[in-house]
């Protein structure tokens, strides 16, 4: 599996709540853990700066990612950060081990195309509502989206877009989705103007609330 990005780390053998404030306040470097796949859970150390220029691409999240720890390199997908609440900080990474064979599962960025042309909005008035910026979805490594595109173009005022509205790519499954119709959240709606009464924009709240 071929990776546009390489996280650089180095075999953490310090470990504890005391350890991690140390390396982030005096190394400049954050603890992270790797796991998955055959191998026992490994703790790492990232140099901070080089992640928080990883994390300002986008594809990053989503992309198969090159983890050389001490020149040791594997397949990787980023699993989790914890951010510090109030400060461009990361303070842990999670990284999960991928295999060729085995499906993974994600969370994958939604772009919205053609709001500003959508016919819900130009011609009808109305205004768009996201209630969804990503979707989990599981698929093998090979077939991961960068994003998944949603077309709003010819979307009228009333209508509210589901997961099951979306065109996945061949290979790529809804979590969600697989759990059962209920689970069939909503991602946008296109609501009337202000003002103005839309029997199937009612029609499609009820539906949400319901």
Do not use: W
Request: charged content about 25%; aromatic content about 4%; hydrophobic content about 40%.
């Amino acid at each position: 599996m071929s990776s546009d990005y390489t996280v650089s780390a180095t075999v953490r053998a310090d470990v504890g709540k005391g350890a991690s404030r140390r390396l982030r306040r005096l190394e400049g470097e954050i603890p992270a853990i790797v796991y998955g796949g055959e191998k026992a859970p490994q703790m790492l150390n990232l140099i901070h700066k080089d992640l928080i220029r990883l994390l300002n691409d986008e594809a990053f999240y989503t992309s198969i990612l090159t983890l050389d720890v001490d020149g040791q390199k594997e397949s990787v997908v980023l699993k989790d950060l914890q951010r510090h609440p109030a400060k461009l900080r990361v303070l842990h990474a999670d990284f999960l081990r991928v295999n060729a064979d085995t499906p993974i599962t994600l969370h994958v960025p939604l772009h919205f195309l053609n709001e500003d042309i959508c016919v819900g909005v130009k011609l009808q008035g109305g205004n768009i509502t996201h209630a969804a910026t990503d979707i989990e979805v599981q698929c093998l490594p090979k077939d991961l989206p960068e994003f998944i595109e949603v077309d709003m173009a010819k979307i009228e005022t009333g209508t509210t877009l589901h997961i099951s509205d979306l065109v996945l790519p061949a290979g790529v499954s809804s979590t969600a989705l697989a759990l059962g119709e209920d689970h069939d959240q909503a991602i946008a709606t296109v609501h009337a103007p202000r003002g103005a009464s839309s029997d199937d924009e009612d029609e499609a709240e009820a539906s949400d609330a319901e």
